[in-house]
Nanobody, 118 residues
Framework: QVQLVESGGGLVQAGGSLRLSCGASERTFSTYNVAWFRQGSGKEREFVASTSWIGGITYSDSVKGRFTISRDNAKVYLQMNSLKPEDTAVYYC??????WGRGPYGYWGQGTQVTVST
């Protein structure tokens, strides 16, 4: 069972930046496809960005050009720049050995809150 842990959330003003991190209990995390999703209050969960274990990357249109997903052997990161109030949400890390992009994903973290103030 892969356990995912997100960190890096917080409160930031509009136009600011945050970097989220996703770590895993699995030593072979670098061989997993990983994605970030988010869920705002009263909204459905939505796809944000994904990276495959062989380097493929895809973004939702709403974050393209502002967010960057990257990874090293241990973690996956989401650099979020030019943040907007509508980016406010709980951000979740998800991982899967087979699927990538919008998923589905077999493993999920507990989420980290990102709040963007005006």
């Amino acid at each position: 069972q892969v356990q995912l842990v997100e960190s890096g959330g917080g409160l930031v003003q509009a136009g600011g930046s945050l970097r989220l991190s996703c770590g895993a209990s699995e030593r072979t995390f670098s061989t997993y496809n990983v994605a970030w999703f988010r869920q705002g209050s009263g909204k459905e969960r939505e796809f944000v960005a994904s990276t495959s274990w062989i380097g493929g990357i895809t973004y939702s249109d709403s974050v393209k050009g502002r967010f960057t997903i990257s990874r090293d052997n241990a973690k996956v990161y989401l650099q979020m720049n030019s943040l907007k109030p509508e980016d406010t949400a709980v951000y979740y890390c998800a991982a899967d050995r087979t699927n990538w992009g919008r998923g589905p994903y077999g493993y999920w973290g507990q989420g980290t809150q990102v709040t963007v103030s005006t």
